[in-house]
Each structure stands twice: as C-alpha cells, then as structure tokens.
C-alpha cells in the first residue's frame, strides 16, 4: 500500500468516526474498507492520540488530539487535558454522564464525554452536532452571546425536535436570561424525549464563554427529584474550576 493511499484510509476511518462512536464493523460499512485493514489503522491512530477506545463497550471515537485540532483549542495545556479529570469526578459524584463541547456555527458540537458504569445511560454524543436552542450547552453558550448573535440566530428558525423544544423566539430569549441569572441552564426533554441535562459556561482569559461543561442523564431519574438547584451548582462551580485553571496555565 502506497503512503499516500495510507494517508487517505486514515482519513476515511476519521470521517466514519465524525458521526459518533462506532465498533469496526460499522466503521469499515462507512469507510468502504476491510475489516482487517480498518483494525490496523485505528491501532496506528490510536497510539497518535487520533482515536481511542472505549474500555466499556469497545467501540472507537475521535480521540483527544484530533478533537482539540477540529475544535481550534490547541493550547497547552489543552482545554480536554484540563477537563478531563474534572469530568470524571463530576459523572462520579452525580452518577450520570459528564461531557464537554463548543460552539459550531449554530450548533453545538461534543468534543468529549466521560461515562458511568450505571447499566442505563445515555449514550456516547461524541462529535455529534445539535442545534443550539434545544440543549443546555448550546442556550449557555446564546446566554453568553451578544444581542446580535442572538437575533441572527432566531432569525434562522428554531427547529421543534421535540414536543418540549423552545421553538418560539420569545420564549428563548426568556430562558437565556434566566440562564444569566443561574448561571447554569436546564433542559428536559428538549432535545430528545427521555433525555435532561444541564451545562454551565467555561470562560476564557478575556471571559468569553469558548467551551461548556454538562451532565446528561435519563430524565426518570435525573435530575434527583428537589436536587435540580444542587446540580446545577455543582456543574457551575465545575466549569468555573476548568476556566481558572486554563487560565492559570496560560498564564
């Protein structure tokens, strides 16, 4: 095999990845490869830090280096370097999925999730997009916004997802000021039926919001019934420890 032709099934091992984590099956049905070339490929990408596996169920994603180039946060350290640790206690002391994304356009793109060994949970959303509007990471990163973007982007439409979405202009702009206040947004059911989560903002040196911290979990059970305040403080104080100690480091 050429370098070249080496080069260009490592790319399309990448990009069957862009869809979210997947087993080598799948991956091969996406990349249009054999199997056994798919295996050795995503052993070459995993020892650059380009995919890793997931030691619960096995299958690949996108892994930290390529996921910290896509999203132009090549600092050192990097921002998911930082963040990792602080994901793991935090899925730890909630028990539910802790996660990490940024801004993509009108989406928000998840850069990063660390799960939990509870036998019903939600699945592995990274470098997955969703829109804004109709997830707790995307309404912090509106809240934090200014007007304009925010106008430009109900001026785009708000697409009903689900029975709960926010799909009325008014009625954002009311749940992003509230989220100013908290400083912590919930949603439930607004994405997709059976799923809540909460996101709080991650600030930069200059306090703009680059990054969001969130916990997802099914909707039955999370968030414990009264805790809805504790958690989301929680999920605040967390992404507030992340943004001072990146800008401690860039210090």
């Given at each position: 095999?050429?370098?070249?032709?080496?080069?260009?099934?490592?790319?399309?091992v990448l990009s069957a990845l862009g869809d979210g984590p997947s087993g080598v099956t799948t991956i091969a049905g996406r990349a249009q490869l054999p199997k056994s070339t798919v295996v050795r490929l995503l052993r070459a990408l995993q020892a650059e830090d380009a995919v890793e596996q997931s030691p619960i169920d096995g299958r690949y994603r996108l892994g930290p280096r390529v996921v910290t180039l896509a999203a132009g946060l090549a600092a050192s350290p990097s921002l998911l370097a930082v963040a990792r640790p602080s994901l793991t206690s935090l899925a730890a002391e909630t028990g539910e999925a802790a996660g990490l994304?940024?801004?993509?356009?009108?989406?928000?793109?998840?850069?990063?999730?660390?799960?939990?060994?509870?036998?019903?949970?939600?699945?592995?959303?990274?470098?997955?997009?969703?829109?804004?509007?109709?997830?707790?990471?995307?309404?912090?990163?509106?809240?934090?916004?200014?007007?304009?973007?925010?106008?430009?982007?109900?001026?785009?439409g708000l697409a009903r997802l689900t029975p709960r979405t926010i799909v009325d202009a008014d009625a954002l702009r009311e749940r992003l000021r509230a989220v100013q206040l908290a400083g912590y947004s919930w949603v439930h059911d607004e994405f997709a039926e059976g799923i809540s989560s909460v996101a709080a903002g991650i600030a930069?040196?200059?306090?703009?919001?680059?990054?969001?911290?969130?916990?997802?979990?099914?909707?039955?059970?999370?968030p414990p019934p009264g805790r809805d305040a504790d958690v989301g403080r929680l999920v605040a104080t967390t992404a507030a420890r992340i943004a001072r100690t990146l800008r401690q480091a860039a210090g």
């Open positions: 095999m050429s370098r070249v032709q080496s080069i260009e099934r490592a790319f399309a994304s940024i801004p993509d356009g009108r989406d928000v793109h998840y850069v990063e999730q660390v799960d939990t060994l509870n036998p019903v949970s939600i699945r592995d959303w990274t470098g997955t997009r969703v829109p804004m509007h109709a997830v707790s990471s995307g309404q912090v990163f509106l809240a934090h916004a200014s007007s304009s973007v925010v106008e430009a982007y109900l001026g785009g930069d040196a200059s306090g703009e919001v680059v990054a969001a911290l969130h916990v997802h979990g099914p909707s039955y059970r999370f």
